[in-house]
């Protein structure tokens, strides 16, 4: 019966010697009241007379008391309640903060610092004052990243001590008075009517600029086509008369030779024909009242006989 008693009693103490912690956990284990080691996830092995599970019991706001021996390793967040800020132009408003952080040394979580979660609400809410107490209030709504950041260097650097890592800190809701709010809002929608004036303008103002240019541009173009058109027109009348002129000239040497070849004188061919031509000109006029002869007719009719001997070939007495 004793031997069964020893057993059972050595059964006991190993089976309540044994601790399974799960995976992201942490525990933390005491010997005689003092710290001993920290059990990792799965099997850990302790003496249940000496040793004994460290209890923490960590107040948190709005949820009362939370005892626990086990420490989550994990990243967490708190969101707390409202707080009361003051910006620098003293406009007093409501700000509802965010705060991400994971504890990396369970050791300064627990000895370091008495009530963690307590610790951790108070230093934002004086962070989120002090930092927010410099700036106005068109900045905090504004520059919200800048205000993150900021509170989230902060409260790493406080901290570090208590073995915390802050990986964030977000700002959800920024509440002004209603009468803060309600001249936001009648400032917004001034500043739309402004800049959709100012928009409007800068169109109106934009097409006629483009209206002018290209008014401008279509006189260069009308110009710069007359141009070419007269240049063209131009070109084609000296053509016109550079062919004329050959042509002219041609027509004078093939009579010039056909004169030659039938034994008379191209020159007094040519002034014969200019003779009639001068003639038709005068009584071609609808006006013309009186037909005249010009002074040297004796020489124009010398011509004329010059003519009659090229085309007949024999000399016509005077």
């Known amino acids: 019966?004793?031997?069964?008693?020893?057993?059972?009693?050595?059964?006991?103490?190993?089976?309540?010697?044994?601790?399974?912690?799960?995976?992201?956990?942490?525990?933390?284990?005491?010997?005689?009241?003092?710290?001993?080691?920290?059990?990792?996830?799965?099997?850990?092995?302790?003496?249940?007379?000496?040793?004994?599970?460290?209890?923490?019991?960590?107040?948190?706001?709005?949820?009362?008391?939370?005892?626990?021996?086990?420490?989550?390793?994990?990243?967490?967040?708190?969101?707390?309640?409202r707080q009361n800020v003051i910006?620098?132009?003293?406009?007093?408003?409501?700000?509802?903060?965010?705060?991400?952080?994971?504890?990396?040394?369970?050791?300064?979580?627990?000895y370091e610092i008495a009530n963690l979660p307590l610790a951790l609400e108070k230093l934002?809410?004086?962070?989120?004052?002090?930092?927010?107490?410099?700036?106005?209030?068109?900045?905090?709504?504004?520059?919200?990243?800048?205000?993150?950041?900021?509170?989230?260097?902060?409260?790493?650097?406080?901290?570090?001590?208590?073995?915390?890592?802050?990986?964030?800190?977000?700002?959800?809701?920024?509440?002004?008075?209603?009468?803060?709010?309600?001249?936001?809002q009648k400032q917004m929608e001034s500043e739309r009517s402004r800049r959709a004036r100012v928009t409007e303008a800068e169109g109106q103002k934009r097409a006629q600029i483009l209206e002018a240019e290209g008014g401008q541009q279509a006189q260069i173009n009308r110009a710069e086509g007359e141009k070419e058109a007269l240049i063209l027109n131009a070109e084609a009348r000296a053509q016109a008369r550079v062919r004329q002129a050959t042509a002219e000239a041609e027509a004078i040497a093939s009579i010039a030779e056909a004169v030659k070849a039938a034994g008379g004188d191209p020159t007094q061919y040519l002034i014969a024909l200019k003779y009639m031509e001068t003639l038709h000109e005068m009584v071609s006029g609808r006006d013309n009242k009186v037909v005249y002869l010009p002074y040297e007719a004796t020489a124009l009719l010398g011509s004329l006989g010059g003519l009659k001997e090229i085309f007949t070939g024999k000399p016509e007495k005077a």
């Open 124 to 184: 934002t809410q004086t962070s989120l004052r002090s930092v927010m107490g410099e700036m106005d209030l068109d900045e905090i709504l504004s520059k919200r990243a800048e205000i993150n950041e900021r509170l989230r260097v902060t409260l790493d650097e406080a901290t570090d001590a208590w073995g915390v890592k802050v990986t964030r800190v977000e700002i959800q809701d920024v509440n002004p008075p209603e009468s803060v709010q309600t001249a936001m």
């Open 1 to 81: 019966m004793v031997i069964l008693a020893l057993v059972a009693l050595v059964v006991i103490l190993v089976v309540s010697g044994i601790r399974i912690v799960p995976q992201s956990q942490r525990v933390i284990i005491e010997r005689l009241g003092k710290f001993h080691k920290i059990l990792e996830p799965g099997i850990n092995v302790i003496f249940p007379i000496l040793d004994r599970e460290k209890s923490i019991v960590w107040i948190v706001a709005g949820k009362g008391t939370r005892p626990t021996s086990k420490l989550d390793m994990r990243e967490q967040v708190y969101d707390f309640p």
């Open 87 to 110: 910006s620098r132009d003293n406009v007093f408003m409501e700000i509802n903060a965010l705060l991400y952080f994971q504890i990396n040394n369970p050791f300064k979580a627990v």
